[in-house]
């Protein structure tokens, strides 16, 4: 089988693993901001098979199988765009639970040099035991 190779500079999100599905949208440019239609998403069809850190190189890589191409095969192309928005999601069928626990912390970054306003942030918690 042909495997595509996502390659980052950044270390993938710690929540990714083997199984997750991968999407990708391509983004367009609007002067300083990037910006895509959700209608856009693209679901690549097949899951994540491998996530390599590769310390030597600074990079960080998720690997998918494909089939052998054919038509009407029922995946998607992988992306030819050079930087598109690439993200997962989970299998539903194996995660089908919210987070469990007593403590939670959460940290926002903003990696933009330019002012960004968050608008919202929203939790869902309900009481498991007492």
Known sequence: MPILSLIFEQEVNVSAQV??????????????????????????????SEIINIPALNQYMINIEFPDPCNNCGYNQPPTNP???IMFGKDNTVNVSGLTGYFAEVEFKNNSNKKVELFAVGASISESSK
């Not at 990708?24 to 209608?39: H, K, M, Q, T, V």
């Open 19 to 48: 199984g997750d599905n991968v999407y990708y949208i391509l983004p367009n440019a609007n002067g300083e901001f990037d910006w895509a239609n959700i209608s856009n998403i693209v679901n690549i069809g097949y899951p994540i």
């Open 83 to 85: 930087t598109p928005f």
